[in-house]
């Protein structure tokens, strides 16, 4: 039976898979052949698209002509089941297909036909929307054999929604896009629709795992595990028709919060037979559940450190209660001192992670996963690239990106994170040889997600982009974020004339390295508002415990991290880019102040003085963003009136806080430094 395919409620919108986005689909005479739930989906999905525009869907192969051809096969290239599939029995070389794993599918086009052939239904899946993406150009000429199959095999959303409200942290810790789509009222939400839409739009883009609440676990979500399964049960069945598997975030305690034990030690019995008994419960409820993620001894949630043990005991006693259920534990790797002295020059938060689990190399079960920040801080707009990614090559490793925009805007501000991930991705932790990160992550790549239930789904619209690219890039880690962005444009905005793609590209492209511009100069991070995190503070986290600290004083800034004369953080890097970073002469401009500490009058590789860099970059930054908002209204006929105006109210925001950021940065330095700017411009 195909599935009926989620109907979104009045004012929510499509996002990537607007109606028209289907049209080409939908107006042809298609085969589904295969069995199983998810090839009911794609019956299901190409069923809808074929009603609304008059094409024709076909289970059973007829010998007539198809226009398309959605097929499950085995891995010799046999059609899953023994139905006469007539002329559609060539598959050329099939060698392929037992390459193909779960996921993969092969494309091609001859004699007017369309072919996905995949040798699993995720596969299939994934190959329709393939179809929807490539439009009218999927049904014309001829398309020689493309196989399409994911770099890596977990795609993964961590929602950090709380069940009940956090007194503090609302209902979506760091979420600007309104409450949960998982929760409301304390409860999982009665009505899941929304929630199977969401798992729609996370397939279109090849995300294939989402976890469901915050991984800072309060009570409420402690129970998720044990007695109030159900409710995550629920959420992920509304999901699995889409091939999303469903994660939880569990708390280390929870043999004693949950199960009254007078311990939660990896390594005592009773410990390892509650967490095996609560796991049996989950995979009773949830048989194909993904598994646990973890964030222990990290800003006050416990952890193995308590019994003085270290995080891989933690970790793979976890693994081992999930292994016979096929499960994961993603065990994070943001673990440093949050309760640090602002004087005390010797710790160093951006050393934590590496000195925590380098050493650990080699020990980690083989399906526990170690999640791991981009960055060594935290998110921040401007970071170098985690050593800890490279350093651990018998773990596996996954990267963690944040697409909800805590640190980059809040979704008020336009920024556009495609380009930083790429950057990332394409690091070579080793040099010039050797893997980059988008190779090494095979424990898979992971956003916090900057979804809520907002009628935008991510509050400011032009953030569905990041969404988007992310999971494309999760998919194929290599892909040029540029033409993945023209994808989404072209999906969102299906027959857009070429002066919106234009005004679109405009606007998204540069908006990262705009917002840089105008915040935290030269990867010295923070300088945010405490707390919540929006808006300057240039001194806000100065004299804090939390490990982010500038080091302003009248002569220079930064933060010496050289290996010579600072915290040593430099050489936790290979020797190239050890050796890059040890010096202020070497040291890429973007990343001077991250590490290190130089005068003001110091001049970069650019040329430029940093604080007359600073007073530039502030100032561009500012027009930047004053440009965008003026080629945004330039396209108001072209946009959906509801749509338009809520990024033109966004870009009013933007333009106020990006002022508001240069008057304060330009201000503390021209105090700090005394320097007066060298175009002469009013500083305050
Ligand atoms: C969920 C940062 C955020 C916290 C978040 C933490 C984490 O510190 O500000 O809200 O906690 O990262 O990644 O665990």
Request: aromatic fraction near 10%.
């Amino acid at each position: 039976m195909p599935i009926t395919v989620p109907v979104l409620r009045e004012g929510v919108d499509p996002a990537w898979l607007p109606p028209d986005a289907f049209r080409p689909l939908g107006a042809r005479r298609t085969l589904v052949h295969g069995s199983g739930p998810l090839v009911d989906t794609v019956h299901g999905e190409v069923t809808y698209a074929s009603g609304r525009f008059g094409g024709e869907v076909v289970r059973d192969a007829s010998g007539t002509p198809y226009d398309l051809v959605l097929r499950v096969a085995d891995a010799a290239g046999n059609p899953a089941e023994a139905d006469d599939l007539g002329d559609l029995s060539n598959l050329g070389d099939v060698g392929v297909l037992g390459d193909l794993g779960d996921e993969g599918f092969v494309f091609e086009r001859s004699d007017g036909t369309t072919r996905v052939t995949a040798s699993g239904q995720r596969g299939l899946l994934y190959g329709l929307f393939h179809v929807v993406r490539l439009g009218e150009d999927a049904f014309h000429g001829t398309r020689n054999r493309e196989v399409h199959r994911p770099a890596t095999a977990l795609r993964m959303l961590d929602h950090w929604d709380n069940v009940a409200v956090h007194p503090v942290m609302g209902q979506v810790e760091r979420g600007y896009a309104g409450g949960s789509l998982f929760w409301q009222d304390g409860q999982a939400r009665g009505e899941l629709e929304r929630v199977q839409a969401y798992g729609r739009l996370l397939a279109a883009c090849g995300i294939n795992a989402v976890s469901v609440n915050n991984v800072n676990v309060h009570e409420a979500e402690a129970h998720l595990l044990t007695d109030r399964i159900d409710e995550v049960a629920r959420i992920a069945g509304a999901l699995r028709p889409y091939g999303i598997r469903t994660h939880l975030s569990v708390t280390f305690a929870a043999p004693i919060v949950l199960g009254g034990l007078s311990t939660a030690d990896p390594l005592d019995e009773s410990v390892r037979g509650w967490w095996a008994e609560a796991v049996h419960g989950v995979y009773s409820a949830i048989p194909d559940f993904g598994g646990f993620v973890v964030k222990a001894d990290s800003e006050g949630q416990p952890g193995p450190f308590t019994y003085g043990r270290s995080h891989a005991d933690g970790a793979n006693m976890l693994a081992c209660v999930l292994a016979p259920h096929d499960g994961t534990v993603h065990w994070r790797a943001f673990v440093y001192d949050h309760r640090q002295d602002w004087r005390d020059r010797s710790t160093d938060r951006a050393r934590a992670a590496y000195d925590h689990f380098a050493p650990l190399d080699g020990e980690f079960a083989a399906n526990a996963v170690l999640q791991v920040k981009h960055g060594p801080m935290d998110f921040q707009v401007r970071e170098p690239v985690s050593p800890v990614l490279g350093a651990l090559p018998r773990t596996r490793v996954a990267l963690e990106v944040q697409a909800t925009q805590e640190y980059t805007g809040q979704q008020r501000h336009v920024c556009w994170l495609g380009p930083m991930w790429s950057e990332v991705l394409r690091f070579r932790p080793d040099g010039e040889q050797g893997p980059v990160i988008g190779e090494l992550a095979s424990g898979g790549l992971v956003a916090v997600s900057n979804v809520g239930d907002d009628p935008f789904w991510t509050g400011h619209p032009l953030a569905q982009a990041n969404l988007y690219t992310f999971g494309r890039l999760a998919w194929q880690p290599d892909a040029d974020a540029r033409r993945i962005l023209d994808e989404w444009i072209a999906l969102t905005f299906p027959s857009a004339p070429e002066r919106l793609v234009e005004g679109l590209r405009t606007v998204l492209h540069g908006s990262w390295r705009t917002y840089e511009k105008y915040t935290a100069p030269l990867g010295v991070g923070f300088m945010v508002q405490p707390g919540h995190h929006y808006g300057p503070s240039v001194d806000g986290y100065e004299y804090s415990p939390w490990g982010t600290y500038h080091f302003a004083d009248r002569d220079g800034v930064g933060v010496d991290r050289s290996a010579a004369t600072g915290t040593g953080y430099a050489a936790q890097y290979a020797k190239a880019w050890a050796e890059l970073y040890e010096s202020p002469d070497s040291c890429p401009d973007e990343l001077l102040l991250f590490f290190h500490h130089v005068p003001y009058g110091h001049v970069l590789r650019s040329g430029e003085t940093v604080v007359q860099h600073i007073y530039d970059t502030h100032f561009e930054g500012v027009e930047e963003a004053e440009e965008a908002r003026r080629v945004w209204a330039g396209l108001a006929d072209l946009v959906e009136p509801a749509w338009y105006a809520r990024v033109a109210e966004r870009y009013e925001e933007q333009v106020r806080s990006a002022l508001e950021w240069r008057d304060q940065v330009n201000s503390y330095f021209l105090r700090k430094s005394g320097i007066p700017d060298g175009q002469g411009r009013t500083i305050y």
